[in-house]
């Protein structure tokens, strides 16, 4: 019943984005460009009931033309073998002028998220939800203000599947479909554009290498419609991913 809750929520999630964002069409001054993203991700189990999620990215436009980069960690706690929350994390972002329409002025951020993922699986299919919330805190340089006082807020779920392929699921020597999705909704201070402003999709290949250490590697589409609401980027390139997974309690369970 939980598994066919989930699909639900999913799809109930998609269509209410999709028409919400893109339910009227609106004239903007849209710029397409490539984007080429490195990832690495690790979960750090301490113990049976709790540990770290981690992630750091590399974010690039054009000919690598660095665009973003960032650090993200979060305090997780594992509730059930498939639902796990991260009551809370922290993040710092480097931003940069990048691309077609850069910015007048780099602004780093800092962010505190929360997070909820669920997990389960039928036969070959590996699905992930996850829920995510984020306080966002700028810089304002444009105002001679290097502290981080501008805030903004996040709400943003993505639905992931892996599908085994060579085998009857996923397991060292596994080779693995990816294909995922996520929605953007944002608001706050300076925030004009109060709709879905942001949607990534991706679909590439992965191999799970070990039981802890998989690589992903495929298309990455980002459409991203800036907080004045008048300008939005088309990014188009690649994402690779490297997964490697720390777990400390085989030795103390």
């Excluded at 910015?103 to 800092?110: H, I, K, L, P, W």
């Excluded at 706050?188 to 690589?215: E, L, M, W």
Aim: hydrophobic fraction near 40%; charged fraction near 20%; avoid cysteine.
């Amino acid at each position: 019943m939980i598994k066919q809750t989930s699909h639900l929520l999913g799809l109930i999630f998609l269509l209410v984005f999709f028409f919400e964002g893109y339910g009227q069409v609106e004239e903007k001054e849209t710029v397409n460009q490539a984007t080429e993203w490195f990832v690495l991700n690790s979960n750090i189990k301490l113990h049976k009931r709790f540990g770290f999620a981690f992630d750091g990215q590399l974010r690039d436009v054009g000919k690598f033309e660095s665009a973003q980069d960032f650090v993200r960690l979060g305090l997780e706690f594992y509730v059930t073998p498939k639902l796990s929350i991260i009551p809370i994390g922290g993040m710092y972002v480097w931003n940069f002028k990048y691309g077609k329409q850069p910015v007048a002025y780099v602004n780093d951020e800092a962010r505190i998220w929360h997070q909820i993922t669920y997990i389960h699986s039928t036969s070959r299919f590996h699905f992930h939800h996850r829920f995510r919330m984020e306080e966002r805190f700028l810089q304002n340089k444009g105002q001679d203000d290097e502290t981080f006082s501008t805030q903004l807020y996040r709400a943003r779920y993505r639905f992931l599947v892996n599908i085994a392929l060579n085998k009857t699921k996923i397991e060292k020597g596994t080779w693995y479909a990816s294909v995922w999705d996520e929605f953007f909704y944002g608001w706050g201070s300076g925030d004009t554009f109060n709709k879905i402003d942001q949607n990534r999709f991706s679909v590439g290949i992965g191999y799970q290498i070990a039981p802890k250490i998989s690589v992903t590697a495929g298309a990455l589409y980002q459409l991203l419609v800036k907080s004045n609401g008048a300008q939005q980027e088309n990014n188009i390139g690649s994402i690779i991913q490297f997964n490697y997974n720390f777990d400390f309690t085989k030795k103390t369970d």
